[in-house]
């Protein structure tokens, strides 16, 4: 079982940065992928973006640039880096794993933290 913990959420306004950080725990996450996904209420979860065990990324169109996904293997734990943040990415972030190569739908992941909240003010 994977237990994973993300911190590093709250209030910015637009066009600040924040770093929101995933903790692994319960087991090593060799050859997981891991992924970042949001919701906002009434919405469906949808997927920001996602890195695997080896470092390859893959984001969602609208990040257009504006976030870095990393992870520390070593520390077991992953990162979102959210740059010129808009009122529009205000939301709960997940951070997700599955002992496969990564996904983009959240239905192909596993374990799933319990969320951050991000607030971005205008």
């Known amino acids: 079982q994977v237990q994973l913990v993300e911190s590093g959420g709250g209030l910015v306004q637009a066009g600040e940065s924040l770093r929101l950080s995933c903790a692994a725990s319960g087991r090593t996450l060799s050859n997981y992928g891991m992924g970042w996904f949001r919701q906002v209420p009434g919405k469906e979860r949808e997927f920001v973006a996602a890195?695997?065990?080896?470092?390859?990324?893959y984001y969602a169109d609208f990040v257009q640039g504006r976030f870095t996904i990393s992870r520390d293997n070593a520390k077991n734990t992953g990162y979102l880096q959210m740059n010129s943040a808009k009122p529009e990415d205000t939301a709960v972030y997940y951070c997700?794993?599955?002992?496969?190569?990564?996904?983009?739908?959240?239905?192909?992941?596993?374990?799933w933290g319990q969320g951050t909240q991000v607030t971005v003010s205008s």
């Open positions: 997700a794993v599955r002992p496969r190569n990564i996904a983009t739908t959240e239905e192909r992941y596993d374990y």
């Open positions: 890195i695997s065990w080896s470092m390859i990324t």
